[in-house]
């Protein structure tokens, strides 16, 4: 009997979504925190956290990415101070729905307000970028992950991403699924090295 590893992964990734809503439920906090620089507002559907900016300019593939894919690091403008696996916890618990489509049917039409944050002015991202796109959605600005990849990147604790031995393959899967490349807009980039980044799902809250 042949095992569908892929559908293995996607069962495992909703166990683990479904324990963290039921953590959620039990604690009936309007606002928490999933981790030290994540903070949830179940009210007013925001999600909150730090960002570092490594780069303003040149060429990327995402504005965002959180920690988890390491070799991305190199293709984004900001680098999220937060672990992937708790911000996606934190985008099904607040809309299960939406996720779904964004992560696994990689919907490029769900929009979400997403705002870069500093010295108490909210920047949006798309501002940020330069592109031929005629609308920018949420996927092209921050990386989500992939129910396939997750189990095996997020799983693993290399000291160093080369050491993987799937890295080309993953990088090529990725190339495919995001073909895109943006610019950097210089001239609205934060002159901070520190910011904060504003998730806003109120808009899908139906």
């Known amino acids: 009997m042949k095992i569908n590893f892929r559908i293995i992964f ?4 909703i166990f683990l979504f479904v324990l963290t809503f039921l953590f959620i439920k039990r604690n009936k906090k309007p606002i928490f925190y999933l981790e030290e620089n994540l903070l949830v507002d179940t009210v007013n559907k925001i999600i909150l956290f730090e960002g570092t900016i490594i780069k303003n300019r040149g060429e990327v593939k995402f504005l965002i990415n959180p920690k988890g894919y390491e070799w ?13 696996i708790n911000l996606q916890n934190a985008l099904a618990f607040l809309n299960w729905a939406l996720w779904e489509s964004l992560y696994i049917y990689k919907n490029l039409s769900r929009k979400i307000s997403l705002f870069i944050i500093t010295n108490d002015k909210e920047i949006a991202a ?3 970028i330069v592109s031929k796109e005629n609308q920018l ?5 921050i990386f989500l992950g992939d129910p396939y990849w997750d189990n095996i990147v997020l799983k693993e604790n290399y000291s160093n991403c080369q050491k993987c031995p799937l890295l080309e393959e993953e990088i090529k899967y990725f190339d ?3 073909p895109q490349r943006y610019f950097l807009n210089t001239k609205y980039f934060p002159i901070d090295k520190r910011v904060k980044i504003k998730l806003i799902l109120s808009d899908y809250n139906k």
Not at 10 to 13: D, Q, S, V
Not at 137 to 141: A, K, R, V, Y
Request: hydrophobic share 55%; net charge neutral.
């Open 72 to 84: 991305l690091n190199e293709k984004v403008g900001i680098l999220g101070n937060i672990s992937l």
């Open 137 to 141: 959605t949420f996927l092209n600005l």
């Open 126 to 128: 798309e501002s940020l």
């Open 10 to 13: 996607f069962l495992f990734f």
């Open 176 to 178: 495919k699924i995001f």
